[in-house]
């Protein structure tokens, strides 16, 4: 009997052992029924007995101690013969057992003994079975436990609506100080602000760029942007997917560091610039070419003027080894600095002058405006006041701030015009979808049309043809000549011939996609380059979504908009003028995408030969890289050693 079988035969849904465990469990059990049910017969006899109920407290039966006993007056004690087992909190109850039912509830209670040893026994036994079977039973937790993290992050991600990122590795630049990262979030939101209300933000630092300095005004999402950026990274190393749209790539860095929020400590005695230097002095020791480095409010909290130097000396030890950086300011001498430095990047957070509130849209290449002159105007202070501070401000600051204005308008309108162009997008994309099934609609009733057409001209011959055989029959019997009939027939294998053949079906023609320039032709025999293998193959087969590729000994399945053009099958002037057969199936031209791919570790892992520890040492390096090369599966060859 199997492990299951012997669980289940002996142990209930609800962990209680069954009788069924054991025939000596059974057979213990249904003696105890049978003294009980004695003993409780006898002892309703004494409860209703008239000569005895007048001397109980109540005409119930209890136990105590595990021995079933009447609740005896204590006033009459003496009156019927029995043990006392206990007795009321006031006295007045005294709990006793009769002595003619001694001997049943003494054997009720051997029954009762009996029994515990028995299920002892039996759980012992059960015990030992399973423990025959803890690999296996330790190795199903662990798949199930596996399964369950996969159906929570489902059901997280389909909450967040999120989407799986591409993750890139780290690949730094001979001769450059970009250390090789990748950040490009699209319609980035933070995992715990409501996906209905929140703001999304795009953030991108191209191949140029690996620090942001973000400024803007205070409550303006500045924070939100940078803890959006880690949390997001974190997220997606630990195997999550991340609440942003499809296309949206970063790096796996080996650690990522933060300095966010106020580090005041009465406890310790550090204010908040003690607090945000303790910090950063801790990250610079510890960040590398690998490290996303995040830093809220750099320089603040002490004099401006020092607290901007300190700033700028700390971006350049960074900007310096390479580190990636993120940081928040409300300095005004680091949005020049990162308009002068290279791999530096202003970026802004925006403000609604009308009505006095944040956009939370971050902007990426603009400073943030100084906005504290028009907010007091339009709170209402005296003009006089604000002509007054303008004419203390350098003209050129004025002029920066002005241009800044147009600028951002610009990007706003822009971002309007887009945000319109992608709404008629959708609206052409809509209308193209109901085009589409209305043409198929079309075809589906032109189909039925003609079919029916065929089908009734069938009838018709086949009963022509059979008029005809009965007037030859009839001409033969009656030995008349049969030319007219042969003439007939004549003609009629000529409508047979005319007859039109099976409908075929045609798929509507709809217009078709801008496509990309590079582009392969999809069919059989044609070679391909399958970038998540780093290989070539020839394809062998094609459906409308996948093909098969023959790469070497193997034959693998590869999404169409995945293959490339292998360098001699690009589209080239002599491959379009070259004619193809009718019977040839129709070449499909697809956009072939950028290889974005680590370097391919290789299809195969074989670990024969190993210890267990090295085997999976070498398992999780193997894993790691051939999900960094966008391999779609692995073969991993292992056995147990002799």
């Known amino acids: 009997m199997g492990l299951i079988d012997a669980i289940s035969r002996t142990l209930s849904e609800r962990g209680e052992v069954l009788d069924s465990a054991s025939p000596q469990l ?31 407290q109540d005409a119930i039966i209890t136990q105590r101690d595990g021995r079933y006993v009447i609740p005896l007056q204590a006033d009459f004690k003496g009156r019927i013969k029995a043990i006392v087992h206990d007795q009321s909190a006031s006295g007045a109850t005294l709990f006793v057992e009769p002595t003619s039912v001694v001997e049943l509830n003494n054997e009720y209670r051997e029954l009762q003994l009996a029994e515990r040893d028995e299920v002892r026994r039996v759980l012992a036994e059960l015990s030992q079975r399973v423990g025959e079977y803890a690999p296996e039973l330790e190795q199903t937790v662990h798949v199930i436990a596996r399964l369950d993290l996969a159906f929570a992050i489902a059901k997280y991600a389909d909450h967040l609506r999120a989407a799986a990122p591409t993750l890139r590795p780290i690949r730094p630049r001979k001769g450059s100080p970009h250390p090789g990262t990748v950040i490009r979030l699209r319609q980035a939101r ?33 924070t939100v942007a940078l803890k959006t950026v880690g949390l997001l990274a974190l997220m997606a190393q630990s195997g999550l997917p991340i609440p942003a749209a499809q296309g949206s790539e970063l790096s796996v860095f080996r650690s990522i560091f933060a300095d966010i929020g106020d580090e005041q400590s009465i406890e310790q005695s550090l204010s908040t610039f003690s607090g945000h230097i303790t910090n950063i002095n801790r990250i610079l020791k510890r960040s590398g070419k690998r490290s996303l480095v995040i830093l809220d409010e750099l320089g603040a909290g002490t004099d401006p003027q ?21 940081v928040t300011t409300h300095h005004p001498e680091l949005k020049a600095y990162a308009y002068n430095t ?30 504290a002159l028009a907010i007091a105007q339009r709170l ?29 308008r610009q990007r706003e309108m822009a971002r309007q015009a887009r945000a319109a162009a992608e709404k008629a997008r959708r609206e052409a994309e809509t209308l193209r979808a109901e085009l589409a099934a209305r043409l198929e609609h079309i075809e589906d009733e032109r189909h039925a049309v003609l079919d029916a057409a065929r089908k009734e001209a069938e009838t018709q011959l086949e009963a022509l043809r059979g008029e005809l055989e009965a007037v030859r029959r009839q001409l033969k019997r009656a030995r008349q000549p049969l030319d007219v009939i042969a003439q007939a027939e004549e003609k009629l294998e000529v409508v047979e011939e005319e007859q039109m053949p099976p409908v075929e079906r045609r798929r509507p023609r709809l217009p078709r996609r801008t496509a990309a320039p590079r ?26 979504e996948q093909a098969e590729v023959q790469v070497g000994v ?41 290889s974005g ?8 892992l074989d670990l024969r030969g190993q210890r267990v520890d090295e085997a999976l040492d070498e398992l999780d390096r193997y894993l790691d890289a051939a999900f960094l090369a966008g391999l779609p599966w692995v073969r991993i060859i292992h056995g147990r050693g002799t």
């Not at 249904?30 to 008239?50: N, W």
């Not at 020092?306 to 993120?326: K, M, N, Q």
């Not at 193809?580 to 950028?594: F, G, I, L, N």
């Open 380 to 408: 209402g202070l005296p003009e006089e006041i604000i002509a007054a501070a303008r004419a203390e401000l350098h003209p050129d600051e004025l002029r920066v701030d002005g241009l800044l204005d147009e600028i951002h």
């Open 26 to 56: 059974a057979r213990i059990r249904k003696q105890m029924q049978v003294v009980h049910d004695r003993l409780m017969s006898r002892l309703q006899r004494l409860i209703g007995d008239p000569k005895i109920a007048r001397y109980l």
């Open 190 to 222: 933070h995992p715990l602000l409501d996906p209905e209300t929140v703001v999304p933000i795009d953030l991108e630092l191209d191949s140029q760029t690996y620090a942001l300095v973000i400024t803007g005004p205070n409550t303006g999402g500045k």
């Open 519 to 544: 582009r392969v032709i999809l069919r059989p025999g044609v070679k391909v380059h399958v970038p998540q293998l780093g290989a070539q193959g020839v394809i062998v087969s094609l459906d409308e």
């Open 306 to 326: 020092e607290g901007a130097a300190l700033a700028r000396a700390i971006l350049d030890y960074l900007l310096g080894r390479g580190v990636t950086t993120l």
């Open 597 to 604: 791919y680590a370097p391919s570790p290789g299809v195969e």
């Open 342 to 371: 290279p791999g530096v990047v202003n970026a802004s957070v925006e403000f609604d002058i009308e009505t006095l509130r944040p956009t939370y849209r971050l902007t990426i290449g603009l400073p943030g405006r100084s906005n």
């Open 554 to 594: 193997l034959r693998v399945r590869v999404r169409r908009a995945e293959l490339q053009a292998a360098a001699e099958e690009t589209d080239s002037p002599e491959a379009a003028a070259a004619p193809q057969s009718d019977s040839a199936p129709k070449a499909e031209p697809v956009t072939a995408p950028e």
